[in-house]
C-alpha cells in the first residue's frame, strides 16, 4: 500500500502509512467474508439444492459472526491504531531538541506568501494596509523586528530534523495547504488562524499544492517546498537576509 503513496519524509507519516494500510486490509478481508458468505448462499440456495422454496428462517449463527467479526474489526483498528495515530498526530511539537521554526503563510488566489522570522526569530509587524506589489506581506518597515524578516511567494524552504510550525491564514476563499510527502493538509480558512506542524526527516524538493477547488485558477496554486541539512537551511537564509540588504 506504502509504495502507491508518495514517500514519506516526514517523522509521523510512517504512522499515518500504517493506519491506512490497516484500514485496507481490513476493507479487503470484510470484503472477502461477506463474498464468501454470499457465494455460501448462492450454492444452498440453487434449485439443485433446495428444489421446493422453504418459508422457515434457518440458523442466523453464521451472519451474526460475520458481523461481530467485522464490528470487532472496526473497533479495535479504531482504538488501536487510528486514536492514538490522531491523539500523537495532534500534539503541538515539543521536546528537547531546537526551538521549533515558525513560519508565516498566507494564501491568495493563487499564491502561497511566505514569511520568515530572520535570523533574529521575530516576525516584524505586518498591516494589510501595507499589502502592495513589493510587499506582499504588508511588513511594516519601520519596525525593527522586521528589517531582516524574508518573504516570497511560493517558495519554503526547511530545515531537516526541526519541527516546523506553519501558520496559515487566507485573503480570500477556503485553500488547503498540502504538503503530500510530509502528510500534512490544512484548510485555511478566510478570518480564521489554521496551524500545521510536522519535522522532516528527509532532504528533497516537491510541490505544495492547494487541495481545496479556490476558483477558475486553482490549478495554478502550486508551489516548491524543499528540505535543507541544517547548516544549508542557515546558509540559505543568511543568503536571502543579505538580499534585503542595499549594496
Not at 514519506?8 to 504512522?15: F, P, V
Not at 448462492?42 to 449463527?61: E, I, N, Q, V, Y
Not at 522532516?200 to 487541495?211: E, L
Not at 481545496?212 to 540559505?236: F, I, K, P, S
Amino acid at each position: 500500500m506504502t509504495g502507491a503513496l508518495p514517500e514519506a519524509a516526514s517523522a509521523h507519516a510512517a504512522t499515518l502509512d500504517s493506519v491506512l494500510t490497516r484500514v485496507h486490509v481490513h476493507i479487503g478481508a470484510v470484503f472477502i467474508l461477506w463474498l464468501g458468505i454470499l457465494l455460501v448462499a448462492l450454492w444452498k440456495g440453487h434449485a439443485r439444492h433446495t428444489p421446493d422454496a422453504a418459508h422457515t428462517t434457518g440458523s442466523l449463527r453464521w451472519p451474526w459472526v460475520a458481523m461481530a467479526a467485522v464490528v470487532a474489526g472496526d473497533l479495535l483498528l479504531l482504538f488501536g491504531e487510528a486514536l492514538p495515530a490522531w491523539h500523537a498526530r495532534m500534539q503541538p511539537p515539543s521536546g528537547s531538541g531546537p526551538a521549533p521554526l515558525e513560519i508565516h503563510i498566507d494564501a491568495e488566489q493563487y499564491v502561497w506568501h511566505v514569511h520568515y522570522a530572520g535570523p533574529d526569530g521575530r516576525f516584524g509587524r505586518t498591516d494589510p494596509a501595507r499589502i502592495d506589489a513589493g510587499n506582499a506581506m504588508g511588513l511594516d518597515t519601520a519596525d525593527p523586528a522586521a528589517q531582516d524578516d524574508v518573504t516570497l511567494d511560493n517558495v519554503l524552504v526547511l530545515p531537516l530534523g526541526r519541527a516546523v510550525v506553519v501558520q496559515l491564514k487566507s485573503r480570500d476563499v477556503i485553500h488547503a495547504f498540502t504538503l503530500p510527502e510530509m502528510r500534512v493538509k490544512q484548510d485555511v480558512t478566510p478570518g480564521l488562524t489554521s496551524r500545521a506542524w510536522f519535522t522532516p526527516v528527509r532532504t528533497g524538493a516537491w510541490d505544495i499544492v492547494c487541495s481545496q477547488l479556490c476558483g477558475a485558477g486553482h490549478y495554478r496554486m502550486r508551489g516548491e517546498y524543499r528540505v535543507l541539512t541544517a547548516e544549508a537551511w542557515d546558509a540559505w537564509l543568511a543568503e536571502e537576509v543579505a538580499l534585503l540588504t542595499p549594496p
